[in-house]
């Protein structure tokens, strides 16, 4: 294994994973849904996608949603041709 792969799947070793949910919600962020329209496609309440948006940032380690995405893709988490 490559040095820079495996420092990097070491640092993210203990990253929390993403729930379900929390990847439904980051795949309608993918396409450049507000929350509002997150949650009439989810059929959530918009303040159920803030709190999904909170803890996805958080378990992503990162402040914004465009680098969440980023992360999520790099790491498959997502794929935006499902």
């Known amino acids: ?20 949910r929390e990847i439904e919600v980051l795949r309608q962020v993918v396409f ?12 959530i309440s918009e303040e159920a996608v803030k709190a999904h948006m909170h803890r996805i940032l958080s378990k992503l380690r990162t ?9 999520a893709l790099k790491r498959g988490i997502i794929d935006i041709d499902r």
């Open 1 to 20: 294994m490559p040095p820079g792969l495996a420092i990097e799947i070491a640092e993210h070793q203990s990253d929390d994973s993403l729930t379900h």
């Open 32 to 43: 450049g849904q507000v929350n509002k329209i997150v949650a009439e496609h989810l059929e």
């Open 63 to 71: 402040n914004d949603r465009t680098h969440a995405v980023t992360i």
